[in-house]
């Protein structure tokens, strides 16, 4: 891939965020912020300065992050879907998101990049 992203993560569980930071880091990426709600997500995605968001599709009290990504959709700023099992298809608007598997692992997270920047 082209260039080093500058990257949002928005995921609920902290070991989960950590390890996919660690991911991040060690492929030359930075991450910029670390969210767990869609509430703060909406507010990092307003505030910008990042390139790309990774975010899991249910938070919080079983929140879906459908909200955080129509505003990055909105915005402009492409995204990677997460999910842990999640079974339902993403809405129609968002089915053309890359989509990062739970467990992640290092080898995954390039090509998803590069998917959501259309390389």
Known sequence: MQGNRSILIVED????AMMLEDFLDSLGHQVVGTCDS??????KVEQGGFDVAIIDIQLKDG??????????AEAGTPFILAT????EPPPQRHA???VLSKP????????????????
């Not at 569980?13 to 989960?16: M, Q, Y």
């Not at 869609?38 to 507010?43: C, F």
């Not at 929140?63 to 990055?72: C, E, G, N, T």
């Open 104 to 119: 992640y692992t290092i080898d995954a997270i390039e090509p998803a990049l590069a998917k959501a920047f259309g390389l």
């Open 63 to 72: 929140k879906h992050a459908w909200p955080v990504a129509d505003r990055l």
């Open 38 to 43: 869609v509430e703060e997500a909406i507010e």
């Open 84 to 87: 842990g099992g999640h079974v």
């Open 96 to 98: 053309a998101a890359p």
């Open 13 to 16: 569980e902290p070991l989960i």
